[in-house]
């Protein structure tokens, strides 16, 4: 794991809010990974373009055109969508049109950060028990909410449950996950991971049925306890628009904008 981050001025803050999101993806993914100085991507054969992302782009203005190109022809390769994932590093500025003009959809999320000397904890919410997931059943549960919910396909738990039954996902460094149940009935989750020496919260999910209780923000407020323990100084996020106003019930603030362009076969543009 990093260092920690003491110096909270907001480009520091910026940079780290993307830098945790590529090391917490390229940690975790179970693909076929390309890193190198103008782009990190993967790709797999599951049809859900969260499993088949870019990020990072350091290109030139005279290779946009064929990244963009390369991406597509491996995506139709391997019969899968994409997700290209762009913010205030990623270079050159006009990749964002680019990706439009090559038939991407865009939307925008707030990259969001929070001050852990100064944060607003959720109120517990009765019934619910968090627990850190430590054990093959309370990973697949984790995994299946997760597939659910923030998948557009409802797909993938047993690609994740594969992926995270292969990292020591219970030595809580770098990740920590949680299992929100209700009366014993799993129905939420969320995701600590330590890196570019921030607390990054990842995969804040609940099940329709069990929204608006109040559980979603509960589920954010367990790892950052534990991320204050720790001593992090900061934590960051990307936030849905439904999310984003849990998130600054909770303190979070809006510091960049954070990209994300979808592309499919004969997806509009």
């Not at 907001?10 to 100085?37: C, K, Q, S």
């Not at 993938?156 to 949680?178: C, K, M, Q, V």
């Not at 069990?210 to 306890?225: E, F, N, W």
Request: aromatic share 10%; hydrophobic share 45%; charged share 20%.
């Amino acid at each position: 794991m990093d260092e920690i981050l003491h110096e909270l001025s907001p480009a520091a803050l910026i940079a780290a809010n993307e830098e945790n999101m590529f090391a917490g993806f390229r940690y975790w993914t179970r693909a076929e990974v390309h890193d190198d100085a103008e782009l990190l991507w993967w790709i797999t054969d599951e049809p859900d373009p969260i499993f088949n992302m870019l990020f990072r782009a350091r290109l030139t203005e005279e290779n946009v055109d064929a990244a963009i190109e390369a991406a597509i022809a491996r995506a139709r390769a391997h019969k899968v969508p994409l997700l290209w994932w762009t913010g205030p590093a990623t270079r050159p500025l006009s990749l964002e049109s680019s990706l439009v003009a090559h038939g991407f959809h865009r939307e925008i999320q707030p990259g969001m950060v929070l001050d852990l000397h100064a944060w607003r904890q959720a109120p517990p919410v009765p019934g619910l028990v968090i627990e850190r997931v430590e054990n093959p059943t309370a990973l697949r549960h984790w995994c299946d909410i997760v597939a659910k919910v923030l998948t557009s396909s409802g797909r993938g738990a047993t690609f994740w449950f594969d992926t995270f039954s292969e990292l020591d996902y219970t030595n809580h460094r770098p990740i920590r996950l949680y299992l929100g149940s209700m009366d014993g009935v799993p129905v939420a989750t969320s995701g600590l991971y330590m890196a570019a020496g921030v607390a990054g919260i990842t995969c804040v999910a609940t099940l329709p049925e069990y929204r608006r209780r109040g559980i979603g923000a509960a589920m954010t407020s367990q790892p950052l306890v534990e991320a204050a323990a720790l001593g992090f100084q900061a934590a960051t996020l990307q936030a849905s628009e439904m999310g984003a106003r849990v998130y600054e019930a909770l303190g979070f603030r809006t510091h960049c904008n954070i990209g994300i362009f979808f592309w499919a076969d004969g997806a509009a543009s």
